[in-house]
């Protein structure tokens, strides 16, 4: 049976953690940025579930439900798919209630159109028990971020998440982040080998990894300081990140521009929620940010700017998820996926509830598509 102390505190608080999403892009310079903020105003919206792909999270009989949904393009139609606290099943047939909870799990998407894509999902095992797919540090569990594919090498992120028993806490907090490379990413995830690599700031209060991309010859990646959840931003030269070099990182420093001091550093957003994504805005332009926006009852938004740097502009409403308008919502976790097709753009994310209502009710806590129709307005 699954810790039901554990589900009570994920469904207050899951979204403190986040993770990313990998694109390459054009080699934009910061010293082009404009600081004008870019406005979305002019942009019409279209909006729609769609069921025909939530289809694809309901393959496997064993696993019954996850969180995060971060993806990543691991070419030549092949999808990773990172899930945090994910319910998964001893044998096929078995109820949520008489699942077990895995910190962290994984998915291959074959075929990039998900109505029409298969999944198999992937976990660690134990004699008679799932298990997380990458292993807990002793009592510290890894939360899933994002990741990106260099070449023959494949890096994630993870959070590191503590249990924390002072008095008014949610039970758990956040220590720091962690990063593994994989030598071997065309093979199926129970075969790879996730070699932990050192990283700068491992328990800071910056938790670094929720979207990884590469632009020219830099990987950038972004992540989140705790509790204020502002976005910052960091690179590494590529070649370094693709052989698990990430001691020596230039920070985004405002108009200092990049700088190896990491006192100087400036976010690029305020108060975004802890989970986002970053692509090439679809219409060509720039790029665009999306996140759910509000605790409980939230929306999926978007932000738009030229460059990565920004400046970034503030958030238009994209969709309004039906959950939340129903009774006590809890819907979080929203992402794009630029990797997907079948729209110009591609979104999901995720319902939670109470402890006694994620174990019964399979209609939610497991991510939603949704088909997004983005038109300039004349």
């Known amino acids: 049976m699954f810790n039901k102390r554990f589900l009570s505190l994920l469904g207050s608080a899951r979204w403190a953690f986040g993770f990313l999403l990998c694109l390459q892009l054009a080699p934009w310079s910061a010293t082009q940025r404009s600081t004008k903020r870019p406005e979305n105003s ?3 919206v279209e909006s729609r579930l769609w ?3 939530d289809q694809l999270f309901r393959s496997d009989p064993r696993w019954l439900g996850g969180d995060g949904a971060f993806s990543v393009d691991l070419g030549a139609g092949r999808i990773l ?4 606290d994910s319910f998964v099943a001893r044998k096929a047939g078995d109820s949520r209630q008489a699942s077990i909870m895995v910190r962290n799990s994984a998915a291959i998407q074959t075929g990039y159109d998900p109505a029409q894509a298969r999944l198999k999902f992937y976990w660690g095992d134990e004699p008679g028990k799932p298990t997380d797919l990458a292993a807990p540090e002793g009592k510290i569990w890894l939360w899933p971020t994002h990741g990106i594919r260099l070449g023959d090498r494949l890096l994630l992120f993870y959070s590191r998440v503590a249990p924390d028993h002072k008095k008014d806490s949610l039970g758990f907090k956040s220590v720091g982040w962690t990063a593994f490379l994989i030598d071997n990413p065309d093979q199926e995830p129970s075969a790879w080998t996730l070699r932990k690599i050192a ?15 590469q632009i020219a010859h830099f990987v950038y990646v972004l992540g989140e300081s705790e509790p204020e959840h502002d ?8 070649s370094a990140v693709a052989n698990g070099q990430l001691s020596s990182p230039e920070w985004w420093c405002g108009s200092d521009g990049w700088q190896a ?3 100087e550093r400036r976010p690029v957003m305020r108060a975004v929620s802890s989970e986002f994504s970053i692509q090439r805005d679809p219409r060509g332009n720039g790029l665009i940010e999306v996140n759910t926006q509000g605790f409980g009852a939230a929306d999926v938004v978007m932000r738009h700017a030229e460059i990565l740097e920004g400046p970034w502009s503030k958030p238009q409403k994209l969709y309004r998820p039906p959950e939340s308008d129903g009774p006590n919502p809890f819907v979080y976790a929203g992402k794009s996926h ?11 994310y995720v319902a939670n509830g109470s402890d006694q209502t994620l174990a019964n009710d399979t209609s939610i806590y497991y991510p939603r598509f949704v088909r997004l129709t983005l038109t300039p307005q004349q």
């Open 51 to 53: 069921p025909e792909a």
């Open 261 to 263: 001091n990491i006192s």
């Open 338 to 348: 630029p990797e997907l097709i079948g729209a110009d753009l591609i979104v999901t």
């Open 42 to 44: 002019n942009l019409k």
């Open 231 to 238: 976005v910052y931003l960091v690179r590494w030269p590529a």
């Open 199 to 213: 990283v700068p700031d491992r328990h800071g209060r910056i938790i670094m990894g929720t979207s990884a991309m």
């Open 81 to 84: 798919w990172l899930f945090g």
